[in-house]
């Protein structure tokens, strides 16, 4: 791959850092595009016992093309044993790599654009890009809030504990048009989404990866199906559902439905 850049900063205060300007990168086959700097700090304490410890990056306005890797094959993975507890073993080893090699690292991403892509075609931007995320032992914790051609606003905030594997989420999605999707994914369906628009809050708990808990709360201000020439409009108003996943088992339970149409 190619990286390049124009400029390198040096600052020692109000705390030692490094910023790099004008970054370009091209990864054949995985990424391209422009970072507009990138700055790196590394942990004062660890400086005066003569160690390098980086505890921040920051990335200021990139603007990225993810190439998306080939999906595996279905039905090629081996069984081995319960899954749940294979998951779990190796979410805890992780986690304790990442709280061993990159304590308390703080990655945060502003004004950001990437756009998702599958060889050729384009599948997902998003833009307007605000992330950040902390690893163990202070995390694993995420925000992310976008715009994108898919949808007007998203926001997603969660957290987990290193330890325990006790988290929650919450995710809210305004503005979304499943059409693109849809089509995009389907374009051979016998049924088809226009002009539709979907609103949905889902609020997740776990108490480790056997156990999930949540509630989704969604409004259809306008769903469009199409088939065979003919439309059919459905809007709901107000859709609530509670989920579990727990011990292998699934639950779900419809508790409000409220129709405007049909």
């Known amino acids: 791959g190619d990286l390049d850049f124009q400029r390198l900063d040096v ?55 993810l190439q998306l890797p080939e999906m595996p094959a279905f039905g090629k993975e081996e069984a081995e044993g319960d899954p749940s507890q294979s998951l779990q073993t190796k979410a805890s080893e992780l986690l304790g790599v990442l ?13 950001g654009n990437l756009e998702l892509v599958d060889g050729e075609r384009p599948l997902v931007a998003l833009r ?33 504990n290193p330890r325990s594997l006790a988290g929650k989420g919450h995710i809210e999605l305004s503005g979304f048009h499943p059409q693109f999707l849809t089509n995009l994914l ?15 809050r889902v609020d997740v708990r776990t108490d480790g990866l056997d156990g999930l808990r949540g509630e989704l709360k969604t409004s259809i201000p306008s769903l469009i199906l199409q088939r065979d020439g003919e439309e059919s409009a459905l809007k709901v108003k107000n859709l609530g559902i509670t989920f579990a996943i727990e011990e292998g088992r699934t639950t779900v339970s419809l508790d409000q439905l409220r129709l405007e149409s049909p």
């Open 11 to 65: 600052s020692f205060f109000p705390r030692p850092g490094a910023t790099v300007h004008g970054v370009t990168l091209a990864i054949p086959q995985t990424v391209r595009g422009t970072v507009e700097s990138v700055k790196v700090c590394p942990g004062i304490l660890p400086l005066f016992r003569g160690k390098l410890r980086i505890v921040q990056i920051g990335l200021e306005e990139p603007a990225l093309e």
């Open 99 to 111: 709280a061993s090699k990159v304590p308390n690292l703080e990655v945060e991403v502003r004004r």
């Open 128 to 160: 307007e890009l605000d992330a950040s995320v902390a690893l163990p032992p202070r995390g694993p914790a995420v925000r992310i809030a976008c715009t994108s051609n898919l949808w007007k606003g998203l926001s997603v905030e969660g957290s987990l």
């Open 186 to 200: 389907f374009p051979d369906a016998g049924v088809r989404c226009s002009e539709s628009t979907v609103d949905l």
